[in-house]
């Protein structure tokens, strides 16, 4: 459980730094993913999570971030490293 709320404070750290970065709102960015508002503010307040999103919003969301899907599912929780390695490469 705290894993999933560190998890969440990272992407809502990353998503305004993305959003002050690139001058967008919360309302440009709700439209640009194709979800509410009040979704994205959710997310940011680390309410909701984003595992009941689509591929396809979950690939928009990964690309506004600059980051590939799979590190997208990482820093979220929805996935681990070693699930995608059998052996270790670092």
């Known amino acids: 459980m705290e894993q999933k ?7 809502a750290i990353m998503i305004n730094e993305a959003l002050d970065k690139n001058a967008i709102t919360h309302s440009d960015l709700a439209i640009h993913l194709g979800v509410s508002q009040i ?4 997310v940011l ?3 909701r ?3 009941g999103l689509t591929p396809d919003i979950l690939r928009k969301l990964a690309s ?3 980051i590939s899907i799979v590190e ?3 820093l979220c929780g929805m996935l681990r490293k070693e699930d995608i390695y ?5």
């Open 5 to 11: 709320k560190l998890s969440s404070n990272r992407l």
């Open 39 to 42: 979704y994205i503010e959710a």
């Open 45 to 47: 307040a680390g309410a």
């Open 49 to 51: 999570d984003i595992v």
């Open 64 to 66: 506004f971030l600059g």
């Open 72 to 74: 997208l599912f990482i």
């Open 86 to 90: 059998e052996y270790p490469i670092f």
